[in-house]
């Protein structure tokens, strides 16, 4: 399944994979890359049908993301199985992973609903660009009343939502993986969406940030065409 799911009650595990090409593949002979590359497609089509994946290419951007797999579904297993069955199919025995980010979606604490910035992840059309990345914030952070935290969240939400056009998904990663959040814009203009950043970094909740890197760029692509870039 590619583009449609149920969402749980507790919220949905995602998980952004990120795959770097082994050279050897593109010395291979154009019929067995073909035969690789469909094997890859048909392992896709085959997943559990709760998850949902879109794909995206890194290709020209990162050195260390010639394809990147954003899924979503209600089960870390099933997530975790289809990987395993992908690294052993065609194309896929020659791909590395090199930056695995999850974690699950949860009702943000500074608000009352979800704004449309922030429910990007039911969304079925996608923007021309993804840009997702891990972060931590700093222990102080945490240690400073829910009050203070909040205004500072007030002040960063209004700039975001003066940027309605670029869509965000947050995940919650505490306890799981190195960091404590995983963030996902989808935008159809990087240099607008470098505006945001830029503005967003001004504000005072950017003092408690502790990290925030690796960032991953990558444009969305058909699965077919993200292969074939690959070579």
Not at 137 to 161: C, F, P, V, Y
Not at 168 to 183: H, P, R, W
């Amino acid at each position: 399944m590619t583009e449609q799911t149920e969402r749980s009650s507790a919220g949905y595990f995602a998980h952004f994979l990120c795959l770097r090409a082994d050279p050897l593949w593109r010395r291979l002979a154009e019929e067995e890359r073909t035969q690789g590359r469909q094997a890859f497609v048909k392992a896709v089509e085959e997943a559990d049908p709760d998850i949902v994946t879109t794909i995206y290419s890194g290709v020209g951007f990162r050195t260390d993301a010639d394809l990147v797999l954003w899924r979503r579904g209600e089960s870390p297993r099933a997530m975790q199985e289809m990987t395993a069955r992908l690294l052993q199919t065609g194309i896929g025995t020659y791909l590395q992973p090199t930056h695995s980010l999850f974690g699950f979606t949860r009702p943000s604490t500074y608000t009352r609903r979800p704004t449309a910035q922030e429910q990007a992840i039911d969304e079925d059309r996608h923007g021309e660009y993804l840009v997702v990345y891990p972060f931590t914030k700093t222990i102080d952070w945490h240690l400073m009343s829910k009050e203070a935290r909040q205004g500072m969240m007030n002040e960063h939400m209004r700039i975001g939502h003066s940027y309605a056009d670029v869509s965000q998904t947050l995940l919650y990663a505490t306890g799981l993986t190195d960091a404590e959040f995983i963030v996902a814009y989808e935008t159809d203009d990087l240099a607008r969406f470098q505006s945001l950043v830029i503005d967003l970094r001004a504000t005072e909740a950017r003092r408690y940030t502790l990290r925030d890197t690796p960032v991953i760029t990558a444009t969305h692509q058909p699965l077919g065409t993200a292969l074939a870039m690959i070579g």
